[in-house]
């Protein structure tokens, strides 16, 4: 495996930070400190703190697509199954991280859509990436006759991430998987029922 080049090392410690403690709140210094690069060599990579940000995203755009297509489309699972195990796990992982974290980017784009329209931009095509590969999951579902033929899968993955984003949101103000289960009874018991 190649060695990690020192802007890429920035990119993921920083992301690692930002998501734990948000854009604004997270400082450059901080970034370097855990990336073990000297003081004063961010902007040597980054003209900006914005720039960075938007760097930030594509990184975890990268790896939700990487990952995503990992669990939905290169699964032994009949693509229903490969659909209700993503979110089975996520909800898994939620629980044992004690409700920490969220999506990072549906987190960066609660933070920062309002204030910058390039991270909004930046965001909304991430997003759409998660749609999308929903949107080829349950397309396949319904090709299967998983799913009821009426179900326009675009629209019904539309539905899918911004339900899963929404109980997201829930589950970190409770600290409590119960909307990622409510989501997943919603979902699995009733809308994607033939």
Not at 65 to 73: D, G, I, S, T, V
Request: include cysteine; charged fraction near 25%; glycine fraction near 6%.
């Amino acid at each position: 495996m190649a060695k990690q080049s020192t802007r890429e090392r920035i990119i993921v410690e920083g992301a690692r930070i930002v998501h734990e403690k948000g854009f604004n709140n997270t400082g450059i210094h901080e970034i370097l400190q855990a990336a073990n690069v000297p003081k004063g060599s961010f902007y040597f990579y980054f003209a900006s703190k914005e720039e960075f940000g938007l760097n930030i995203l594509d990184y975890h755009n990268s790896l939700v697509r990487k990952w995503m297509a990992q669990q939905l489309e290169d699964s032994d699972l009949s693509p229903l199954a490969s659909l209700r195990a993503f979110f089975d796990g996520l909800r898994s992982k939620y629980e044992t991280t004690g409700c920490y974290g969220g999506c990072p980017i549906g987190n960066l784009a609660q933070e920062m859509a309002d204030l910058s329209d390039a991270f909004r931009s930046k965001a909304e095509e991430a997003l759409t990436a998660m749609r999308d590969a929903f949107a080829r999951c349950l397309e396949a579902a319904r090709q299967r006759r998983e799913i009821g033929p009426a179900l326009d899968p675009l629209e019904t993955a539309d539905f899918l991430l911004n339900s899963w984003e929404g109980a997201l949101l829930r589950m970190k103000a409770q600290k409590d998987v119960k909307a990622l289960e409510t989501f997943c009874r919603m979902i699995f018991g009733r809308l994607l029922k033939e």
